[in-house]
Nanobody, 118 residues
Framework: QVQLVESGGGLVQAGGSLRLSCAVSGITLSINVIGWYRQAPGKQRELVAVITSGGNKNYADSVKGRFTISRDYAKNTVYLEMNGLKPDDTAVYYC????????????WGMGTQVTVSS
């Protein structure tokens, strides 16, 4: 059974940093695509960052230069390092795993709340 468990969220002041973790079990990271998404109240879920099986990384324009996605194969965990946080970054952050070639939305975690105070 595939499970994704996010952690590392919390309350931080503007300009601060957080590191989110997404621990994956039941499937290997090495051949899959992992993305971090976020959803703020009243808004649609949006893609924040993604890392492919080949190691390519893409970021939303709003977080470029501030957020970094990475993965640790040994721990089967994906990270999102967030620096220079802004109140607009406040949201529930979710990780998502997609198997290349498979249909459907992939696997989702339950999310972790990030709140940035001004």
């Amino acid at each position: 059974q595939v499970q994704l468990v996010e952690s590392g969220g919390g309350l931080v002041q503007a300009g601060g940093s957080l590191r989110l973790s997404c621990a994956v079990s039941g499937i290997t990271l090495s051949i899959n695509v992992i993305g971090w998404y976020r959803q703020a109240p009243g808004k649609q879920r949006e893609l924040v960052a993604v890392i492919t099986s080949g190691g390519n990384k893409n970021y939303a324009d709003s977080v470029k230069g501030r957020f970094t996605i990475s993965r640790d194969y040994a721990k089967n965990t994906v990270y999102l390092e967030m620096n220079g946080l802004k109140p607009d970054d406040t949201a529930v952050y979710y990780c998502n795993l997609k198997v290349p070639g498979a249909l459907g939305p992939g696997y989702w975690g339950m999310g972790t709340q990030v709140t940035v105070s001004s």
